[in-house]
């Protein structure tokens, strides 16, 4: 019974990081054509939209049929509720992703980024894309000190969001109101998408040890 569990969590977690490596190429796209204001791009992002949900509900399934035909308990039950949790944590990701490509679309066929703060999404992008990835990695290797390392990425994600709003509140900004609301938003979509990519991590560490990383370095 151990071993069946332990092969449907496989295939659970592989889904689950199927649905990060979607998230991230689905930002890839998003980010390119909000930089080089590209239609086409940013209706892939949309049209794509679907495989997401229908991986979500794979995920679901695959989590409700461990529930039903191993009656999991402790440390197995561990794994199969924080398994729900990314669920929902990923397919957020994906609509982040969504988010960022309507709002190149709806500028079309101006850019939607003034010149000075292109340099800030593109690095944003570059982030984001990468924490998608290794939210991948650990969910299947089950590494928790990967896991907890997607916070480093987080960090620098933060700071680029904060430096973002300096630039945002200079007085020489000149750029009128509608594009401040729209690089506010744009600078959330990217800081909350690394956000959730990092309690993909964290996730990971607790069904790996039955710990959050500060109860583990507490303990440690």
């Given at each position: 019974m151990r071993t069946a569990y332990q092969e449907q969590l496989q295939r659970l977690n592989t889904i689950l990081g199927d649905m990060c490596e979607l998230a991230g190429a689905a930002m890839s796209r998003a980010t390119e054509s909000l930089l080089q204001a590209d239609l086409a791009l940013a209706e892939e992002v949309i049209t794509d939209a679907d495989r997401m949900?229908?991986?979500?509900?794979?995920?679901?399934?695959?989590?409700?049929?461990?529930?039903?035909?191993?009656?999991?308990?402790?440390?197995?039950?561990?794994?199969?509720?924080?398994?729900?949790?990314?669920?929902?944590?990923?397919?957020?990701?994906?609509?982040?992703?969504?988010?960022?490509?309507?709002?190149?679309?709806?500028?079309?066929?101006?850019?939607?980024?003034?010149?000075?703060?292109?340099?800030?999404?593109?690095?944003?992008?570059?982030?984001?894309?990468?924490?998608?990835?290794?939210?991948?990695?650990?969910?299947?290797?089950?590494?928790?000190?990967?896991?907890?390392?997607?916070?480093?990425?987080?960090?620098?994600?933060?700071?680029?969001?904060?430096?973002?709003?300096?630039?945002?509140?200079?007085?020489?900004?000149?750029?009128?109101?509608a594009a401040a609301v729209d690089v506010t938003l744009l600078g959330r979509y990217y800081e909350r998408f690394a956000d959730h990519a990092v309690m993909v991590g964290r996730r990971v560490f607790f069904q790996a040890t039955g710990k959050l990383p500060e109860q583990f370095e507490d303990a440690s």
């Open positions: 949900n229908s991986l979500s509900t794979q995920a679901e399934e695959q989590a409700f049929a461990v529930l039903a035909l191993q009656a999991p308990v402790a440390g197995d039950l561990r794994g199969v509720v924080s398994a729900f949790q990314i669920v929902g944590d990923v397919d957020r990701m994906g609509a982040l992703a969504l988010h960022v490509a309507k709002v190149a679309r709806r500028r079309h066929p101006a850019a939607a980024l003034p010149e000075e703060v292109r340099g800030y999404f593109a690095e944003m992008g570059r982030l984001a894309i990468a924490l998608a990835h290794n939210a991948r990695e650990v969910l299947n290797s089950l590494d928790h000190e990967a896991a907890a390392r997607l916070q480093e990425d987080d960090d620098a994600m933060d700071d680029l969001h904060r430096h973002l709003f300096t630039v945002l509140m200079d007085r020489e900004w000149e750029y009128g109101v």
